[in-house]
C-alpha cells in the first residue's frame, strides 16, 4: 500500500472522520487486521482561520506546502489536503512536493458524473460557495454549480465555524441545512455536494430529497483506491 500523507486539523473534527473512513475502507478491502499505510500533519487552526479571514492565502499556503514537504520527508507516497477550504492553495502545496496531490473536487466531481447528475447544488464555507478555485474546478469537469442566496450562504458558513468545527451538532441547524437543500433542489439542483468537510457531521442522504455527495468520505475512497492500485 503507498503511505498516504494527510494533511488536517482544518478542522480537527472531520480529519478524525478521514483517518477512521481510511481505516475503515482499508478492512474492507483488504481484510483481517489490515489498517491504513498513513502520516498526519494537523496543523492549528486558529492560525489558518485566521489567515482565511483576512484574506492572507499565500501565507495560509505556505505553512500547508510546509507540511506537504514534512510529510513527503516521512515517507509519504501521496498527498491529501483534509478540507475543502484549503484548496484554494492547493496549487501552491502541490509545487512544494514531489508526490503527487489527489484533489477533492476533482474526486467529487467524478462521484457526480458517475452518479449521470449535472445540474448540482454546492453546500460549503462562503469562500467555497462564492470563491472560483473550487466552483470553477467542478464547472472545469462538466457540472452546473448552484450555490444558495447570500442569506443561505451566509447561515451555511457560520454554522460550519461557529458550531460544527467545535464539535457541535445542532438539531435546528439540521433543519436549517435541510430548508437550504430544498431551495436548491427548487433550482433546479439533482444533488447536493457537502462541500466541507465537516457537514458531514450533521448532514447525511436522509436530509436530502436528493443525492449527497459527502466529500471527506469521497475523497477517502479515492485516496485508498488510489494507495491499493497495485494490489488490484
Known sequence: ???LGLIGGMSWESTAEYYRRLNELTRERLGG???AQLVLYSVDFAAIEQLQAE??????GEILAGAARSLEAAGAELLLICTNTMHRVADQVAAAASVPLLHLADATA?????????????????FTMEQDFYRGRLEANGLDVVVPDAAGRAL????????????IVREESRAAYRRVIEELVA????????????????????????PVFPTARLH???AIDAALADED
Open 220 to 222: 477517502a475512497e479515492a
Open 55 to 60: 484574506g492572507r492565502w499565500t501565507e495560509a
Open 33 to 35: 487486521l489490515h489498517s
Open 187 to 210: 433550482a433546479g439542483a439533482e444533488g447536493v455536494i457537502l462541500g466541507c468537510t465537516e457537514i458531514e457531521l450533521l448532514i447525511g442522504p436522509q436530509d436530502s430529497p436528493v
Open 1 to 3: 500500500m503507498r503511505t
Open 156 to 167: 451555511v458558513h457560520r454554522v460550519i465555524y461557529e458550531e460544527l468545527c467545535l464539535g
Open 110 to 126: 467524478g462521484a457526480v458524473r458517475s452518479a449521470g447528475l449535472r445540474r448540482i447544488g454546492l453546500l460549503g464555507t462562503a
